[in-house]
């Protein structure tokens, strides 16, 4: 990925701040976006000296996202564009209210549309790949997370039709839906009791690392996918075929 440009919302930790170290570990030069400056300079120390850049930014405020586009040297384009910025609450649905139901959406849909439109030139320039972070319940439902997984089918829906308009530029859009990832924001909202149920659901018995992730995302964006898009990809280890009831 030498002389490859690259973005990553939700820089600052977790699966985002793996893919933006992975990436630059490979020659990329990346860019990452997140509200805290504190934890996006960690994710910058992480990787190659000079190879992680930090735009402090929130993607649902307009000026933020014209900031972060216009941060973005206009000669070199972007080849790579990783929406991995979300984030939600547990409750049942009849518990969540409107403000809680609208903020959710506006991260986890509205903004990340908004960003990817706002980057096609960029992409264009360059014929670039878009690889959108979901959940890998989105399909088949999560209870507690209504308002989550239908923002989430939403980006799933965008993300298909944009693959449609926009392969005459040789943009290439995926989505990548991993299972249970232990990071910081799950730990700290999870109980243990919650974990171990969502790995005993799991048939490969485990949760999924970030750096799994990580190395997924390398591989969408890479040459070696230049077939691959409109597609969705689980990497939860079965979970969203669930352990089965099986007779053996």
Not at 42 to 51: F, L, S
Not at 207 to 217: L, R, S
Not at 226 to 234: C, P, R, S
Request: net charge neutral; hydrophobic share 45%.
């Amino acid at each position: 990925m030498i002389n490859h440009h690259a973005l990553v919302t939700g820089g600052g930790s977790g699966i985002g701040r793996a893919i933006a170290v992975r990436l630059a570990e490979l020659g990329a030069t990346v860019r990452i976006v997140g509200r805290h400056a504190a934890a996006l300079e960690e994710t910058c120390a992480m990787g190659p000296k000079d190879r992680i850049l930090a735009i402090q930014g929130d993607i649902r405020q307009e000026q933020d996202r014209h900031r972060i586009i216009n941060a973005l040297p206009v000669t070199d384009g972007l080849d790579i564009l990783v929406n991995n910025a979300g984030g939600q609450f547990y409750a049942a649905a009849r518990d969540i209210s409107d403000r809680g139901w609208d903020s959710v959406i506006d991260l986890n849909l509205n903004a990340t549309f908004k960003l990817t439109r706002g980057l096609f030139d960029h992409l264009a320039q360059r014929g670039g790949s878009v690889v959108n972070i979901s959940l890998s319940g989105t399909e088949r439902g999560t209870s507690g997370l209504a308002h989550s997984i239908a923002a989430r089918a939403g980006v799933l829906g965008f993300s298909r039709t944009l693959a449609l308009e926009w392969a005459k530029h040789d943009i290439r859009i995926n989505c990548l839906s991993p299972g249970t990832v232990l990071s910081p924001a799950f730990v700290s909202a999870a109980t243990p009791e919650t974990v171990e149920r969502l790995i005993s659901a799991t048939p490969a018995g485990r949760t999924t690392h970030p750096e799994e992730v990580a190395e997924m995302v390398a591989f969408l964006a890479s040459s070696s996918a230049a077939m691959l898009t409109g597609q969705i990809f689980m990497l939860d280890g079965g979970a969203h075929i669930g352990p089965g009831l099986g007779m053996i």
